[in-house]
């Protein structure tokens, strides 16, 4: 140990990563559970009373989940069809769902059996919803109209006919039992009060509709479509307030938290992204497995649970801090028994010296191999899976030790055709971070010299080299453009 320095491994700061209130709120959530589902899952909603079980729509059924089970608790199956948008009512008791047959349908939880089948629609009905008053349903359907439906007698009170197009979404007021939303695939959101003939507002969203959000208070209403999302004020006739385009692909999914203080949003693209409702700027972000077509979150947030196009249902629920056991008191001892124990009482003084015992540091796996001058050990070392795909830094750290003793040359040489490739996929996923590129680079070159006599005889590693050299002549490129705008 005597006269050997430990690598020191620099601490690069994470680019493009702010440690906030935000990051740590939306990171405090356990690994996900993931259920395979029958389909795509179309629609998530949890029930809004405690055990706050959530339903889960998916192909031709909707099934219901506790807040920690992997199996349905409960399943509605009794739809001909594709069935869509399982929603609860504000008790927690009911359950509307539309279908690809045009039918509405009313359950109760506690049953099987549909105790009201509303008909009317002449196509897929893909939003449904409760008004606040719990004696009404709204539709909205694949035939351009939407309906009020009154549960008590099953029929029909109003229907609307005014948008051109699929009416995929909508939401009803919370504050006001006869006011709705509807989205529609011609591009426009309408906003319906059931006691008029007309919608009351209308407002060009530009893109095809897939999700709209009324906010609790009703002064804001939040559209998605596109790549947009799209934020409206009510109180001042629909005027819009903010356009977002932080996704790349069709956003199909709105939700906020429980505070109303975040906005969620989820698109094809995998992302689900967290907005602040103070001035919309993207605060977190979460990535997925793939594309995202619904979303939902707990009460206090309590779980986040995504649906994809695969099937697969995401569920994230929230850690808990762990309570801190209350230790016992410790036992008096008897007040002679510092007589034991030289000095225990002792207070120190300011000039007193302190000489502490020397602490013994533990070399890690690679120190020991470079101490002993195995540095083609060492680099082994350092290129196990667990260190390459997570602690990159350590890996270069110990590359540019080699380097430093002039041995990297060494290293590199005599590797075999696997010990090659991961050096290689090593090279192409860091060589042009620019934290990294000065010391990979050389690595890149030393590798050039060492295995272009053997190019031509594994297939793995020549589309690696010639990925690598792609990498470093884009790299190239758009240094020489940079320095073409700076210098002008």
Not at 38 to 53: E, H, L, R, W, Y
Request: charged content about 25%; proline content about 4%; some cysteine.
């Amino acid at each position: 140990m005597a006269g050997y320095k430990p690598v020191a491994i620099p601490a690069f700061p994470k680019l493009s990563e702010k440690i906030t209130p935000d990051t740590l709120y939306w990171k405090r959530y356990k690994t996900p559970v993931q259920i395979k589902e029958f389909g795509a899952v179309t629609k998530i909603d949890f029930s809004p009373v405690q055990p706050c079980n959530y339903a889960v729509t998916a192909s031709t059924r909707i099934h219901i989940y506790g807040q920690y089970s992997q199996e349905p608790i409960k399943t509605f199956s009794r739809f001909k069809d594709t069935a869509y948008c399982g929603t609860y009512r504000d008790d927690g008791r009911l359950l509307a769902a539309g279908c690809e047959d045009s039918i509405v349908q009313l359950f109760d939880i506690s049953g099987k059996a549909a105790l009201r089948q509303f008909q009317g629609h002449s196509k897929a009905v893909h939003f449904v919803d409760f008004t606040s008053d719990k004696y009404r349903i709204v539709s909205g359907s694949d035939d351009c109209t939407s309906k009020v439906w009154d549960i008590p007698n099953g029929t029909e009170i109003v229907a609307y006919k005014e948008h051109t197009d699929y009416v995929r979404c909508g939401c009803t007021s919370k504050l006001n039992d006869n006011l709705f939303v509807t989205g529609s695939y011609d591009h426009t959101v309408k906003v319906f009060d059931a006691r008029t003939e007309k919608s009351v507002l209308s407002m060009e969203h530009g893109q095809p509709v897939e999700s709209v959000l009324l906010f609790p208070s009703g002064g804001l209403l939040v559209s998605a479509g596109g790549r947009y999302v799209k934020v409206w004020d009510m109180l001042k006739g629909g005027q819009l307030l903010v356009s977002l385009r932080n996704h790349h692909k069709t956003v199909t999914s709105l939700c906020l938290s429980s505070s109303g203080q975040r906005l969620l949003s989820g698109s094809l693209d995998r992302h689900v992204k967290v907005y602040s409702t103070m001035n919309y700027k993207v605060v977190h972000s979460f990535d997925y497995a793939a594309s995202i077509l619904s979303l939902a979150l707990a009460p206090d947030d309590e779980m986040i649970v995504v649906g994809m196009t695969n099937g697969v249902l995401n569920i994230k629920h929230r850690k808990h801090e762990e309570k801190k056991l209350i230790q016992p008191a410790p036992r008096k001892k008897h007040p002679r028994s510092r007589v034991f124990v030289r000095g225990k009482d002792y207070m120190p003084k300011q000039d007193d010296l302190l000489v502490s015992k020397p602490v013994r540091e533990h070399l890690k796996k690679y120190d020991k191999l470079l101490k002993g001058f195995q540095v083609s050990k060492a680099l082994d070392a350092v290129m196990e899976l667990h260190i390459r795909m997570h602690k990159p830094e350590i890996t270069v750290a110990v590359m540019h030790e080699i380097n430093r003793r002039g041995t990297l040359k060494n290293a590199l040489a005599g590797r075999d055709e696997k010990q090659l490739s991961f050096l290689l996929s090593f090279l192409i996923r860091h060589v042009v971070e620019p934290r990294f590129a000065p010391i990979l680079v050389n690595v890149a070159e030393q590798i050039i010299d060492i295995y272009s006599p053997v190019l031509g005889q594994s297939s793995i590693i020549d589309k690696q080299f010639i990925k690598l050299q792609d990498l470093i002549e884009k790299e190239i490129g758009y240094q020489e453009e940079l320095l073409e705008v700076c210098w002008g």
